[in-house]
């Protein structure tokens, strides 16, 4: 996690300390920030107009916390809120340390759960006002956030959340499901506002919230100099084809041969898709039953490279060899589970 944290007075100052002991954990970046008048040793000095300082941060960072009078947190990001999906967490304490306040992302950004976790750590009282949370009512986005779920459908997410207090909204899975339904979340397929969490576009509702794991594997085979634009136009292809929603791809993946094919690395850092090879013992090794080549045999040492490829790490294929223009690819879902 990358933290920011503002103080204004000196004994902000102190209580920045204790909130920069409580959040310190393995791999997370802490900045904390003061007024030139009571910097000292671990802060940097705030360079004014302090709102105008606080853009640059607020692009860094995962959380911002803000010891002081709540305006002045309001007054210093209120330029650069954008969108609940990507704003960082934002969070504000009296000097004292007596409240943590949730104030932005509460869900979504994990602002609700950092503000329960400072709080116990300061001895602190949280103050929490999002609706569901108030209710005690099941939070579609705070959930899907820390599930690593894409979410599809954001005014679906507000419907639902605010269909929840008056009711139970149905949940439909292709995943099976560990753990109990949370409180306000029923079984069902059928509805005016409903989750579905699946790997493709579904939308079994009037108004579904879609929330899409990355789980899916793409495999891919081509020939030396293949370009970028002709793997898209195959891949593209096969994933509309099978229904695929696009975030559900986790990774693309080869045979070890194509580790240098530049229209191949291109297309996957154009997708920001990492990609994994693997050596041709490794995709024999790989259980099922292929489309075979004797061609791509006696180039690479094995029958088929594209299924191969995207089965391994996965348990099923979602679609069979593709193949258009020199490019091969293929489609393998892995094994998943919903839990509460």
């Given amino acids: ?82 969108d609940k999906r990507t704003d960082p967490a934002v969070l504000a304490l009296d000097e004292r340390g007596k409240f943590v306040i949730a104030l932005l992302s509460g869900h979504i950004g994990g602002a609700n759960v950092l503000t329960a976790r400072l709080a116990a750590a300061l001895g602190a009282t949280p103050v929490v006002t999002t609706a569901t949370d108030v209710n005690g009512k099941f939070s579609v986005d705070a959930w899907a956030a820390e599930q690593g779920l894409f979410i599809d459908g954001m005014d679906a997410a507000k419907a639902v959340s605010a269909a929840i207090l008056g009711g139970p909204v149905p949940l439909c899975s292709d995943f099976p499901i560990q753990g109990e339904l ?15 969490v699946s790997w493709k576009r579904n939308r079994p509702f009037e108004e579904t919230v879609l929330l899409v794991p990355p789980v899916v594997h793409v495999g891919i085979g081509c020939r030396k100099g293949a370009g970028a634009d002709k793997i898209a136009a195959l891949v593209d292809t096969v994933l509309t084809e099978n229904n695929i929603h696009p975030r559900a791809v986790k990774l693309a993946a080869s045979i070890d041969l194509k580790r240098d094919e530049t229209g191949l690395l291109a297309f996957c850092r154009e997708r920001g898709w990492p990609i994994t090879f693997y050596s041709p013992e490794e995709l024999r090794d790989v259980e099922g039953d292929f489309t ?49």
């Fill in 182 to 196: 949370p409180n306000g979340v029923v079984s069902g397929d059928a509805g005016p506002v409903g989750i579905c």
């Fill in 1 to 82: 996690m990358k933290l920011a944290i503002f103080a204004y007075s000196r004994r902000g100052c102190d209580t920045a300390d204790r909130v920069r002991a409580a959040l310190a954990g393995p791999g997370n970046q802490c900045r904390a920030y003061t007024v030139d008048k009571y910097r000292r040793e671990g802060f940097e000095a705030m360079e004014p107009p302090c709102s105008k300082f606080t853009g640059p941060v607020f692009a860094w960072a995962d959380a911002l916390v803000f010891v002081g009078a709540v305006g002045i947190a309001v007054r210093s990001i209120a330029p650069y809120i954008r």
């Fill in 292 to 340: 075979p080549s004797a061609f791509v045999r006696d180039i690479t040492g094995v029958d088929n490279v594209c299924e191969r490829a995207a089965l391994r790490g996965a348990v099923r294929l979602l679609a069979r060899k593709a193949a258009r223009d020199g490019v091969t690819a293929a489609l393998a879902l892995e094994e998943y589970t919903i839990t509460f």
